[in-house]
């Protein structure tokens, strides 16, 4: 029975991000879906960084995603990311305001709307093992690892492999492969 | 000598073929199977490292499905030069858009619009894959790779290398075989050599060496034991030839010796007959005329004893009567004597003419003489009818004159005299015969009967001259006929003649036709 119903959760998550990909591939659409892709990609990242070992205290410890200044992309990200386990970890999405505390958390992302006060933050979150995920200009020189852009109408991002090693964090290769710009250590 | 090679080769020729037809087998099924095996191989590996091509590729491709980043994708598609026999490649997206492609040549098939069913399919010379990219159970898309699996080019290659592993096989087992064969036909050749000498010289002293320990060398052995046999054989067999013709040499030698001997055997009684013919001439000669030159005298004795009885009738005495009678019939005896002598000799001395002569006529006239010069006799004569014979007649009238003349006079004291003239066939032969009851004779003194002068019977018992029988054999002889008699004493006696005999029936015949002549 749970094996048919994780089937089923499967399917449904294949589905949206068929349709997360096929918005992605469509102008007209992709404001209203932009949030939907960011949200996949900040899924998919966490299958491309290898945290330090001290990071998780058990093998399915879980990989916490902590969302600051933007609720749709929260929301998104919550929905795609049930159920779902990344290296055996299940994922947590937690929503946050700007003075919640970022300990615990694996992933932070800043969105576009802390911008004005992104260097603080990126300042006061700096831990090791925690991956910084921005969507403003000019984050990384602030700090953080990954930011994403738009270009030529598609979501890209760039990563800063400096700021990914002074936080003991590794990114795939292949992960910078798909990268815009990476700027190395 | 070119006749001989080929006759010598097939045996080889056979062998070779024999050897190479193995190898050609041989090598086709270890090629054959070699091939198979491995273009199967080929064939499955390739296919895997295909698919794992495919899958690497596609997994290469995942971040930049995920990250929707097609440039990287294609990027990592290009690689793909380094793989010549690849001519395509595409990555679809989830709903199956081509999110990127790769084709070797511009001027290739172009990647289909949608993907195909997960997996690998071989479509003529190319294999297709599909891949379908999952990703944490979700498909994020699907790889396509479309390359020559270049399995027609393997195969022509190994079948190259098959022909010329075939050839260069074939090569050396000749080469081979010219060598291995030898061990095996060379004694059998031998051995045909040997039997082809000898069936060509008859020379038995031949004999096939030996050259292996195998059946070959049985063989051989066996053949040369049988030479052995062949030629003591054919010794022996020239020993008895060479007897033979020595004894036959001898066995005509000994023949000539008998033909010379006979020759002068014959010689010796040509001789003898002429001497004896001459002789028996003289002694006829003399013969008739002393019986001619008696008679002068005699008829002096016989005129001057009546002339005696007639002068002087009264004058002589009873008793000189009685003996100048006696002188008188002993004069007519002794005319007689000298009468039938005469017709003895002519007999001999006349020329023999055969014609056919009616036989019973000639009895039957014959035997009317006698009952004309005996009219008081009363013998019953009985001759058989139509008896024909082929003789001279005067001679025959003489023979049966005499025969049925003694059966007339032995036949005077019986009480009912009989007498018979017939015939009867005894095998080719007729025998002529002429019986009588009459006083008969002694069978010890048959062989006497025929002889001149020869008396069974006292004269004043049966008066004769002892002349008659030894015409009617002298009669007989002279027709090349046989004559013989039976008898007893007191009961009859039957004369048996024939006038020629069978064995010399065959020169007998033309003689009767030019007798007729």
Known sequence: MTRVRSRRREAALAALLLLAATRGRSAETIRSSEHAVKAAYLLHFSAYVEWPTSTFQGADSPLVIGVLGDDDLARDLSEISADRRVAG??????????????????????????????????????????????????????GSTINFVTAEERVRFDISLRSAESLDLRLSSRLLAVARNVIPG | VNLKDDRSSSLRRKLRRVILGTTLVALFVALGSMIAYDVRLYHRTWTADMATQAELLARTCVPALLFDDPGVARENLALLRLRPNVLSAAIYGPRGATFASYSRDPGDTPVPPLPGADGIHVVGSFVEVNHRIVEDGAILGTFYLRARHGLGDRILQHLLIASFLAVLGMVVAYVYSERLQ?????????????????????????????????????????????????????????????????????????????????????????????????????????????????????????????????????????????????????????????????????????????????????????????????????????????????????????????????????????????????????????????????????????????????????????????????TVARVVHRHGGRIWADGQIGAGAAFYFTLAEPVAGATDAPETTNGEA
Request: glycine share 6%.
């Open chain 1, 89 to 142: 970890h299940p994922l947590v999405v937690r929503r946050l305001l700007a003075e919640d505390p970022t300990s615990g958390l694996q992933i932070l992302f800043i969105g576009k709307s802390l911008e004005r006060d992104l260097s603080e933050l990126l300042r006061k979150s700096r831990a090791p093992g925690l991956l910084a995920v921005t969507d403003s200009d000019g984050a990384l020189e602030l």
């Open chain 2, 182 to 470: 030898r061990s095996v036909s060379q004694p059998i050749l031998e051995v045909a050599r040997v039997a082809r000498e000898i069936a060509e010289t008859a020379d038995y002293s031949r004999r096939a060496p030996r050259l292996s320990d195998d059946e070959v060398g049985l063989l051989g052995e066996s053949f040369n034991g049988l030479l052995a046999e062949v030629e003591a054989r054919s010794h022996a067999l020239a020993e008895t030839n060479a007897e033979l013709a020595r004894e036959m040499s001898v066995k005509a030698e000994a023949q000539r010796e008998i033909l010379r001997l006979n020759s002068e055997l014959e010689e010796r009684v040509r001789d003898r007959t002429a001497q004896l013919t001459s002789a028996m001439q003289e002694l006829e000669t003399f013969c008739y005329s002393v019986s001619h030159d008696l008679r002068a005298p005699l008829r002096g004795i016989h005129g001057f004893s009546q002339a005696l009885v007639a002068d002087f009738p009264r004058d002589l005495p009873d008793e000189a009567h009685r003996y100048l009678s006696r002188i008188t019939a002993s004069a007519t005896r002794m005319e007689q004597l000298i009468e039938d002598l005469l017709n003895l000799s002519k007999l001999t001395r006349a020329t023999l003419t055969r014609r056919e002569v009616d036989l019973s006529d000639l009895a039957g006239r014959v035997v009317e003489n006698l009952r004309t010069t005996d009219p008081d006799r009363r013998v019953e004569v009985l001759i058989r009818e139509g008896m024909k014979v082929d003789a001279d007649p005067r001679l025959l009238q003489t023979a049966i004159e005499n025969l049925l003349g003694n059966a007339w006079k032995f036949t005077a004291k019986t009480e009912l005299p009989r007498i018979e003239v017939g015939c009867m066939r005894d095998g080719a032969r007729t025998v002529h015969f002429v019986r009588d009851n009459g006083a008969g004779f002694d069978m010890q003194y048959a062989d006497k009967l025929f002889g001149a002068f020869q008396r069974l019977h006292r004269q004043d018992e049966f008066p004769g001259t002892g002349i008659g029988l030894a």
